[in-house]
């Protein structure tokens, strides 16, 4: 059965521990895994002001950033500095910010788009700055940790279940010691998505040869809502990573997930532009060749919907998430945060596909914007 993106499925029937892990990866760092990337997230927050003595620790965010980080931090110590179109981050903005004097010894929040990294020049200017007012640098690698793991981040956090079929999982790493006292967390148990990846990997397998069934529509339906429940409870209690997700993760090869992902984007990419429709965000960068796409993304114009481009390809059975749709008003004063929020939508390349449903993707995609006459 052609169903493409929504929450991953897994098959533990082939599941055996690789040497190219992320454990491997991740080698020359000191990490911590957590159940999810806000909890990894909040627990080096809680570390820093612990570090700094004090409560209203100034923390400088990009204006496009979901909701999640948001609620790590106190709303009255959050500044959002501005971004130009392709997620290009706005020197004046940031140097206007920390220059004045108002966040030093604050923290200065990094955050890579989509695979894409921050250009060279950009990031030796906000580490110069950031020395210069001891800023503590955090960078959410959540989108580029395997096009590079770390650029000028004091400390590095992710959400490694938005890369890998896991029922949950984060990691806070860094080349500074990381605080003992968090291996006394307790761990996770695995999360009942466990249960919806193994119910949706039966759904895709199977359905195709038990269509008379109506037991297979209903495994459909258990699977969908336990995506829901899950997520509506993820990340209420800061834990260690589950023991399940610890040992998926050693059986993650690293280098597959990356050569699927560059090829499928690749493969999307040239044939959507052999009909005019360009993906955005395709520009040339420091660390091109290094480049891991975490997903492909179309910024719609404003004559054509995105809902509406949506609810087509859930017809096709193609489940495309939106990073982000934003909510807080001061981030939705800032130009491009409020049309990236409203237009853009993400294409789903992951490590689960190869050519044919890059295919299926593109030729649902070209048939409704040729339609709407792009």
């Known amino acids: 059965m052609m169903e493409i993106g929504s929450e991953y499925h897994i098959d533990f029937t082939d599941l055996e521990a690789c040497d190219d892990n992320i454990f491997t990866f991740l080698k020359d760092y000191n990490i911590f895994l957590t159940n999810y990337g806000r909890s990894a997230l909040g627990l080096l927050y809680q570390y820093i002001i612990a570090e700094s003595g004090r409560r209203d620790v100034k923390v400088l965010l990009p204006s496009y950033i979901c909701d999640s980080v948001l609620k790590v931090f106190p709303k009255e110590n959050i500044v959002f500095y501005d971004l130009k179109e392709e997620f290009v981050i706005n020197e004046d903005s940031i140097v206007n910010l920390i220059e004045s ?20 020049e950009i990031l030796e200017r906000i580490k110069v700055l950031c ?21 000028i981040g004091d400390f590095c956090i992710a959400s490694l279940r938005k890369w890998m079929a896991i029922p949950e999982g984060g990691v806070v790493y860094s080349r500074n010691p990381l605080p003992d006292e968090w291996n ?16 949706k990997n039966l759904f895709l397998e199977h359905a195709k040869a038990y269509t008379d069934l109506e037991g297979m529509e209903f495994v459909n339906y258990a699977y969908r809502k336990i995506f829901v429940n899950e997520e509506i409870n993820a990340g209420k209690e800061v834990q260690g990573i589950s023991d399940l997700s610890k040992f998926i993760l050693k059986a993650q090869n690293i280098d597959e997930i990356k050569n699927a992902r560059k090829n499928n984007y690749q493969h ?35 004559k054509n919907s995105r809902d509406s481009l949506r609810g087509y390809l859930e017809e096709h059975k193609i489940y495309c998430a939106v990073h982000w749709i934003i909510g807080n008003e001061k981030q939705l004063g800032f130009s491009n945060t409020k049309k990236w929020s409203e237009r853009l939508i993400s294409l789903p390349i992951d490590q689960r596909y190869g050519t044919k449903e890059m295919d299926y993707l593109a030729n649902n995609v070209i048939s409704y914007l040729k339609e709407k006459k792009i």
Request: hydrophobic share 40%; proline share 2%.
């Open 101 to 120: 004097g108002d966040f030093d010894n604050g923290i200065f929040y990094l955050m890579h788009y989509f695979g894409n990294l921050v250009s060279n």
């Open 131 to 151: 020395l210069d007012h001891y800023m503590t640098i955090i960078e959410d690698t959540t989108h580029s940790i395997f096009t590079l793991p770390c650029t």
């Open 184 to 199: 006394k967390l307790s761990h996770a148990h695995a999360s009942h998505k466990i249960e919806a990846m193994v119910l």
């Open 268 to 302: 999307l990419s040239k044939r959507l532009q052999d009909s005019g429709i360009f993906l955005y965000n395709e520009k040339k960068c420091d660390y091109m060749e290094e480049l891991v796409p975490f997903t492909a993304i179309l910024l719609l114009d404003e």
